[in-house]
């Protein structure tokens, strides 16, 4: 059965406002879209897709990965296929449903106990998932790869995000040419975050991919931040929401 979601990844460098960008695309997806069931997964080890949405997160992917590597490590090898089959209902465990909106965090990057069978399965979780839904926002880390190995192979929309900086536009080019072998993806676009000079925005160019909008550095923001307040209490002028709205509107998400 084809997926009808509309899959929308964010991953550019660390430290661009990557999150903040994606807590905005939830907010007015929620707010165009209130008939609409929309998925926010937090694939960022940092999780802070949760404080940027207000989400208490009590327990990740990763928590059930690891019980059932657990299992298979002390040799219970009937429970460890016990749990697994479990998987697909504990995984509803980890779901977090807020107004609009449900959330799931992934959890921390893998580390001893590796188990591609295990991370494989969780991956195909995910897919039947998103599969309910129609819209499924994906933060993910400041690599691609981690999010075609834990979450998804396939995409309708990639967002690479950036600052007005040589290095952040190095890493999104880096980031298209390893999504170009390793994801199949729809449409592409670039957003060009906290821009203090406008004249720098025309030398950030991705041959190939349109710059879908450039927002100035936000005060609005930064205040709302400082005070520990989600994005979903940002005023809605913010230069923040107006930057995201129309670079979704060009990608044809809104």
Known sequence: MENKAKIITVAGKGGVGKTSICASIVRLLVEQYPDKKILAIDADPAVGLSVALGV????????IRMSIVDSVENGETREALELLSEARFRIFDALVEMPGFAFLAIGRPESSGCYCKVNSYLKEVIGMLAGS????????EAGIEQIQRRVMEKVTHLLLI???SKKGGQVIATIKSVADELIAYDR????INRVTNPELVELIQLPGVDVLTAIPADGAFAANDIKGKSVLELPADSAMLKGVKEALQKIEIL
Do not use: A, C, E, R
């Not at 208490?56 to 928590?63: A, E, N, R, S, Y």
């Not at 839904?133 to 993910?140: A, R």
């Not at 592409?188 to 957003?191: A, D, F, K």
């Open 188 to 191: 592409i676009g670039v957003i």
């Open 133 to 140: 839904f129609d819209y499924v926002v994906i933060d993910g």
């Open 162 to 164: 950036t600052d007005q």
């Open 56 to 63: 208490d997160v009590k327990m990740t992917l990763d928590d």
